[in-house]
């Protein structure tokens, strides 16, 4: 039997094409359906944010991405401010969908976290801060609070870090004075250049710990820093206000006491000094504040002194001594007027008062003595007497009597003397008169 060529071709044509027709599909499925489920795994160097997820299925990933977002939420990975005073962020401003991470999440690489920020709690929070956060800051740090989220990183977001371009920067605040001494002058030049960072404390000791100058330039720094938002931490007034220092920006330091003030916004500062001579400029540099700011001294009262008057025995009678002159006291508020889009606010600074001193006289406790005067009529007359009444004399000496009939005002003599003896008496005693004569003088 012939075979025919042509027919035994297109029979060979049709059983290739029947078997095409029946591997070639089976072959593609299987390597599909193997294919399917290799890729439904990540690879192994696949992170969802900072989570390993090699060799899971996304729905072996998910919970494992969620324990993380709890131990980190748990931890207080994130914090703000300058220096030591950091401040925790609050990790519930963050809210985290996992599932829609996890299934947008590249099986080959992974992903970041899908989250969103409380807004409202976001501004809330950060006007809670002891610095003032500008718009474009608040921007900045809720872009820095989603990326740390995304992450579930840790780290600290420093306000500082924000810094202005030197074409934002201008001059704030300034005072120019007149320099006194060689530790005046000593402290300016350690003033030349300082940079006060958000939440940073200045202490003016750490310039100069002599107590005049140190009182002297506080008290200009006083002026400067009470025209802007800055906080004054420190500050106390002398009991009487000392010579070349402004009634109103006062500052006393000495041992026990400082002048210090804490920046409160959220942006750096500069302080320079700038010295001609013995003439110096304080300025304040830095971003503009979002607040007009000026300082004002009203309320000046003079206080009126008292006389206090004491007594003393060392003076002599009737002498007074100004001991003390008397001064009068003075007093004086500062105001801050902050005027933003919220209207004007007047807040009291400080209200300084320095008493005043009284005046002190001094007077004798002793008693003046009253005159002595003697009349030169009453001796005359004394005189007069003694010279022409003989008879009392004569009476004294010859009165024997006297003595024995005048109890009232006997007079015994230191030496007695007796009378005369008669030489022929005539008759009875001598010594005793008779009855109804006269006593008379003995004749000798």
Same mark, same amino acid.
């Given at each position: ?36 489920? @290799? ?92 610095? @003032? ?48 001494? @060689? ?189 002595? @005067? ?71």
């Amino acid at each position: 039997m012939m075979i025919n060529p042509k027919r035994f071709a297109v029979h060979t044509l049709l059983l290739v094409l029947l078997i095409a027709l029946i591997y070639v599909p089976s072959f593609a499925l299987i390597s599909f359906t193997g294919q399917a489920s @290799v890729s439904e795994k990540f690879s192994e160097s696949a992170r969802i944010a900072s989570v390993p997820v090699s060799g899971m299925t996304r729905e072996e990933a998910k919970p494992k991405v969620q324990k993380a977002i709890t131990t980190w939420s748990n931890k207080t990975p994130l914090t703000i401010g300058t220096g030591e005073e950091l401040v925790p962020v609050p990790t519930t401003l963050v809210t985290f969908k996992v599932d829609e991470a996890v299934e947008a999440a590249s099986l080959k690489k992974g992903g970041d976290l899908d989250v969103t920020l409380d807004e409202p709690g976001v501004e809330a929070f950060l006007s809670t801060q002891p610095v @003032v956060y500008t718009p474009e800051q608040t921007t900045a740090f809720k872009a820095w609070l989603t990326n740390m989220g995304q992450q579930l990183e840790e780290g600290n977001y420093d306000p500082a870090a924000s810094t202005t371009s030197p074409s934002t920067e201008e001059v704030v605040s300034s005072v120019s004075f007149t320099t006194r001494s @060689v530790a005046e002058e000593q402290m300016v030049d350690a003033m030349t250049q300082v940079d006060l960072k958000a939440g940073q404390l200045m202490n003016t000791k750490t310039y100069g710990m002599d107590g005049v100058a140190a009182s002297y330039i506080g008290s200009k720094l006083y002026e400067l820093f009470a025209k802007t938002p800055f906080e004054i931490v420190e500050r106390m007034p002398h009991d009487q206000l000392p010579d070349g220092i402004t009634l109103g920006y006062d500052v006393r330091i000495d041992e026990k006491t400082d002048f210090a003030v804490r920046n409160t916004q959220a942006s750096s500062y500069q302080l320079i000094a700038t010295k001609t001579g013995s003439d110096v400029t304080l300025e304040l540099r830095g971003m503009p504040f979002k607040e007009t700011v000026t300082a004002v001294l009203e309320g000046e009262k003079s206080i009126p002194y008292r006389t206090i008057t004491r007594y003393s025995a060392t003076l002599s009678a009737g002498t007074t001594s100004d001991t003390q002159s008397g001064s009068e006291g003075t007093s004086i508020e500062l105001y801050r007027i902050i005027k933003s889009n919220k209207g004007e606010e007047k807040i009291l600074v400080a209200l300084d008062f320095y008493a005043a001193t009284p005046a002190i006289v001094t007077k004798s406790s002793q008693a003046e003595q009253a005159p002595v @005067v003697t009349p030169p009529a009453e001796e005359n007359q004394d005189e007069t007497t003694d010279q022409t009444d003989p008879e009392s004399e004569t009476t004294d000496q010859t009165d024997p009597e006297s003595d024995v009939t005048s109890p009232d005002a006997p007079a015994t003599p230191d030496t007695p003397t007796s009378p005369d003896t008669p030489d022929a008496p005539t008759e009875g005693d001598p010594a005793s008169p008779a009855e109804g004569d006269t006593a008379e003088p003995a004749v000798g």
